[in-house]
């Protein structure tokens, strides 16, 4: 057991882009089996593979592309780059992330109107994202690494 925990970063180093489809679906379907478990309903197994498939195929690998994009646009760590990166991944990223999550999700429960959930949850889900980061950045600046980490987990948990 030591060993695999020791030979894992050094697979992320060496393979970062599948690392991070691996861990961005295994991440997604436990916020997804864990929201289940809080509602108090029955485990509903369809439905996270459903998750772990649009983890896969989409998010994953979206965020991938899109974080490093943002990384050769905007590089550094100075506050205020960071804050910008925030702002462009929130009003850039977080709409389409969004975006493909309803319509994703809606095409693969086999929904006969695919834009419904988009068009009925997107605008409320996309306001409590924006207001975590509002409040977050309000409150201290050491706390913009968690609003990352929290509005991942808001587009993808609700």
Known sequence: MAGWWRALPRAAQRYPWPTNV??????????DA????????????RQTRRVATLAVTFHANFNYVWLRLLERALPGRAPRVVL?????DQLFGGP???????????ILQE???VLLDLKQKFW???????????QLVSDSWAQVILLL??????????
């Open 34 to 45: 864990l929201q289940q478990r809080l509602r108090g309903g029955p485990a509903d197994w």
């Open 124 to 134: 409320n889900t996309y306001k409590w994202g924006l207001a975590v980061l509002l």
């Open 111 to 113: 929904k006969d109107d």
């Open 96 to 106: 389409i992330a969004l975006s493909a999550f309803y319509v994703g999700m809606s």
């Open 22 to 31: 691996l861990l961005y679906a295994g991440l997604f379907s436990a916020g």
């Open 84 to 88: 910008t990166k925030v702002l462009c």
């Open 149 to 158: 980490a929290g509005t991942t987990a808001v587009h993808h948990c609700t």
